[in-house]
């Protein structure tokens, strides 16, 4: 999975931006942050990675356990085999944005080459990403046009994520503190065929509901949902179940590649 350097410009300098998803391999964010939420020291990028700030000053690409910053490009693979899907924090489960539990889960399956590619420059506007590439250099600007890449720029591949990452459960900044990289890693997809199902330990009260609840969807959207349906079950390839307090929300992937939510609350 590679991603590129995303920024904004709050000032005449540009800023790099997505700081609540991206994270180093060292487990932290690319840059520091107040507790007060001030980006100070936000020109000070990889402030605890000395590999990755080599790297990036040199236009080199670096590895990182998490990223996103607005363009990324990453295997199918584990789509393909029903391994993965974007999905929200549970309650005992570290508030992050979905693109960090999507790294977080792909390090779990054992995709963790996870890169950020430094010649590649974005932002949030036209004008603004013109403005950016023509400081940050294009990456033709950077890149040698005969693909005679020296190995030694390679990156050298960690295996292992770090033991911790920081978490930030507030908008403002307010709240980070570490936390295992892996707290609360579970197989949210049981694949196979729908005697999974059991296993999730969903009771046949909240099944008969669940089967109800399909039928109203296929009854409002004609054939489009009619593999997801309890009677046959033959096209549901995937399923996540999470209890939330007084709610339980159930997903389900079919083979057609559909995906369904559905939220419902126990004290109705």
Request: proline share 4%; glycine share 4%.
């Amino acid at each position: 999975m590679t991603c590129a350097m995303d920024w904004t410009y709050v000032g005449p300098d540009p800023t790099f931006y997505d700081v609540w998803i991206a994270r180093t391999i060292t487990g932290n964010t690319f840059s520091k942050i107040g507790s007060d939420g001030n980006w100070n020291s936000a020109w000070n990028l990889f402030w605890d990675d000395s590999t990755a700030r080599e790297r990036y000053q040199n236009h080199k690409p670096f590895q990182v356990f998490s990223c996103w910053n607005s363009a990324t490009a990453f295997t199918a693979k584990p789509l393909l085999k029903q391994k993965i899907a974007f999905r929200s924090a549970n309650n005992e489960e570290c508030f992050q944005g979905e693109p960090r539990l999507w790294c977080k889960d792909m390090w779990h399956l054992g995709y963790g080459k996870i890169a950020v590619i430094p010649t590649v420059n974005v932002e949030y506007s036209d004008e603004a990403t013109r403005k950016i590439k023509d400081l940050k250099g294009y990456v033709s600007h950077w890149v040698p046009q005969d693909s005679t890449i020296d190995t030694a720029d390679w990156i050298k591949w960690k295996a292992d994520p770090p033991a911790e990452v920081k978490c930030i459960t507030d908008p403002d900044y307010s709240a980070q503190h570490f936390v295992p990289w892996d707290q609360v890693v579970n197989d949210f997809f049981s694949l196979g065929t729908p005697h999974h199902i059991r296993t999730l330990q969903i009771n046949s009260t909240e099944l008969e509901l669940i089967h109800e609840l399909f039928m109203d969807v296929y009854e409002q959207h004609d054939q489009q949902f009619k593999v997801l349906t309890f009677q046959e079950a033959k096209g549901v390839v995937g399923i996540s179940y999470l209890k939330m307090n007084d709610h339980t929300q159930l997903t389900l992937l079919t083979i057609a590649g559909c995906r369904g939510l559905f939220v419902f609350d126990h004290r109705h």
